[in-house]
């Protein structure tokens, strides 16, 4: 089983397998985005989508970022915390989960 490449759709779902020769020719062809493992072997084939874009998304999709970089007055580049709330907001909550945890 080792000489079988499993084959993706561009959405995820297994197509089956092919041979390794057959994956270097759809490779080579450009019919198929490859992805390899850290040791450069070749791990499986993605199709691509119906627009001809790559299946294998390079980014993982942005969210919400609750740390960032700032600058100190001194100079040094140092990574913050976003605040949550505006002054003691969430002060409440907090002592109530709190307590709820410490209770029997």
Request: aromatic share 10%; glycine share 12%.
């Amino acid at each position: 089983m080792t000489d079988q490449i499993p084959l993706y759709a561009a959405d995820g779902t297994p197509w089956g397998f092919r041979t390794q020769e057959a994956a270097r020719r759809l490779i080579a062809n450009g019919l198929v985005n490859p992805s390899y493992g850290r040791k450069g072997h070749l791990k499986a084939i993605f199709s691509k989508q119906a627009d001809g874009a790559s299946a294998v998304e390079r980014k993982m999709p942005g969210g919400t970022h609750y740390s960032f970089q700032t600058r100190l007055e001194s100079g040094p580049l140092v990574w913050k915390l976003k605040r949550l709330g505006k002054g003691d907001e969430f002060r409440p909550m907090f002592g109530q989960v709190v307590a709820d945890c410490l209770s029997p």
